[in-house]
C-alpha cells in the first residue's frame, strides 16, 4: 500500500527521491539482519537471490549517505523543502488575506519550524523565502496588535536577507505603534532608513516610506524636547 495520501497521489520525482533517502537506515538494518543469517537465508531463498538482496541493499546505502551521496539526490531533497516550505507559506497567506490574523500566525509559525528542521543549506532562496514567512508573520502580528512579536520577527526578516525592504519597514512600523520613548523613535528612524535603502524597494512605495521616516523623525524630536532638564542645571 502506498505511503502517499489523496492529496499527493501523483508525487513528483523529487518525491520520490526524497523517500528513498530517508529509507537508508531501513536499508542497512536490513542488510545487517541478512548478513548475521546468511546461512539460514541461503536455505530458503538461495544463495543467488540473497547475495543479490545485499548488493542492492549496499549499493543504495553507498549512493545514499555521507560523502558517497549523489549530489543530484541532495539538491532534489533541497528541492523539495523548498516546495514544501513554499506551500506551507502559501497556506499562511491564505489566512491573512482572509483577515484571520491568528490563524496566520500560527501557519507562519509551522512555516519556519519546518525551516529549522531541513538540512542547512547555503541556497540563497531557501533564505529569501525565510525572510518572507518572518516578515509576513511580523504583518499579521501587527494585525494582532502583538508589537513585540512583530518587531522580532521583522528584525528576523531582515538579518536573513538585509535587502528585504519589508523587514527593516516592518520593525520601525512596530516600533512606531508602541508607547513614545527616544530609543524606540531612534531605532525607527534607523529601521526606515534602512528600508529606503534597499535596492528591492519599489518605487511606488518610496513615498510611503519617506512619510513613515518624516514621522519617525518628528516624533524623535519631539521626544527629545520633551525630555526634561536635571535638576541644578543652569540655563545660560
Same mark, same amino acid.
Given at each position: 500500500?502506498?505511503? &502517499? #495520501?489523496?492529496?499527493?497521489?501523483?508525487?513528483?520525482?523529487?518525491? &520520490?527521491?526524497? %523517500?528513498?533517502?530517508?529509507?537508508?537506515?531501513?536499508?542497512? !538494518?536490513?542488510?545487517?539482519?541478512?548478513?548475521?543469517?546468511?546461512?539460514?537465508?541461503?536455505?530458503?531463498?538461495?544463495?543467488?537471490?540473497?547475495?543479490?538482496?545485499?548488493?542492492?541493499? %549496499?549499493?543504495?546505502?553507498?549512493?545514499?549517505?555521507?560523502?558517497?551521496?549523489?549530489?543530484? *539526490?541532495?539538491?532534489?531533497?533541497?528541492?523539495?523543502?523548498?516546495?514544501?516550505?513554499?506551500?506551507?507559506?502559501?497556506?499562511?497567506?491564505? @489566512?491573512?488575506?482572509?483577515? =484571520?490574523?491568528?490563524?496566520?500566525?500560527? +501557519?507562519?509559525?509551522?512555516?519556519?519550524?519546518?525551516?529549522?528542521?531541513? @538540512?542547512?543549506? =547555503?541556497? %540563497?532562496?531557501?533564505?529569501?523565502? +525565510?525572510?518572507? /514567512?518572518?516578515?509576513?508573520?511580523?504583518?499579521?502580528?501587527?494585525?494582532?496588535?502583538?508589537?513585540?512579536?512583530?518587531?522580532?520577527? *521583522?528584525?528576523?526578516? #531582515?538579518? $536573513?536577507?538585509? =535587502?528585504?525592504?519589508?523587514?527593516?519597514?516592518? @520593525?520601525?512600523? *512596530?516600533?512606531? !505603534?508602541?508607547?513614545?520613548? $527616544?530609543?524606540?523613535?531612534?531605532? *525607527?528612524?534607523?529601521?526606515?532608513?534602512?528600508?529606503?535603502?534597499?535596492?528591492?524597494?519599489?518605487?511606488?512605495?518610496?513615498?510611503? /516610506?519617506?512619510?513613515?521616516?518624516? $514621522?519617525?523623525?518628528?516624533?524623535?524630536?519631539?521626544?527629545? =524636547?520633551?525630555?526634561? $532638564?536635571?535638576?541644578?542645571?543652569?540655563?545660560?
Amino acid at each position: 500500500m502506498s505511503g &502517499f #495520501s489523496s492529496d499527493d497521489a501523483a508525487p513528483s520525482t523529487a518525491a &520520490f527521491m526524497k %523517500q528513498a533517502l530517508m529509507k537508508s537506515a531501513e536499508y542497512r !538494518k536490513n542488510t545487517e539482519m541478512m548478513r548475521e543469517k546468511h546461512d539460514d537465508f541461503v536455505k530458503e531463498f538461495g544463495e543467488e537471490s540473497v547475495n543479490a538482496f545485499i548488493e542492492s541493499h %549496499q549499493r543504495h546505502i553507498s549512493e545514499t549517505s555521507g560523502e558517497n551521496m549523489n549530489p543530484a *539526490a541532495a539538491a532534489v531533497e533541497i528541492e523539495t523543502d523548498m516546495d514544501r516550505l513554499v506551500a506551507l507559506k502559501e497556506e499562511a497567506n491564505a @489566512a491573512y488575506k482572509e483577515k =484571520d490574523f491568528g490563524t496566520a500566525v500560527k +501557519r507562519y509559525g509551522a512555516a519556519i519550524k519546518f525551516a529549522a528542521s531541513c @538540512a542547512e543549506t =547555503d541556497s %540563497q532562496e531557501f533564505q529569501r523565502q +525565510r525572510a518572507i /514567512i518572518h516578515a509576513n508573520r511580523a504583518a499579521a502580528n501587527l494585525g494582532l496588535k502583538k508589537y513585540v512579536g512583530a518587531l522580532v520577527d *521583522a528584525q528576523r526578516a #531582515s538579518e $536573513l536577507n538585509p =535587502d528585504y525592504w519589508k523587514g527593516p519597514f516592518r @520593525a520601525g512600523s *512596530a516600533l512606531m !505603534k508602541m508607547a513614545p520613548r $527616544l530609543e524606540r523613535s531612534e531605532m *525607527a528612524v534607523k529601521y526606515f532608513e534602512k528600508c529606503y535603502a534597499c535596492s528591492s524597494l519599489p518605487s511606488a512605495q518610496k513615498k510611503n /516610506i519617506s512619510r513613515a521616516l518624516e $514621522l519617525a523623525r518628528y516624533r524623535l524630536e519631539k521626544g527629545r =524636547d520633551e525630555v526634561p $532638564l536635571p535638576e541644578n542645571c543652569v540655563v545660560q
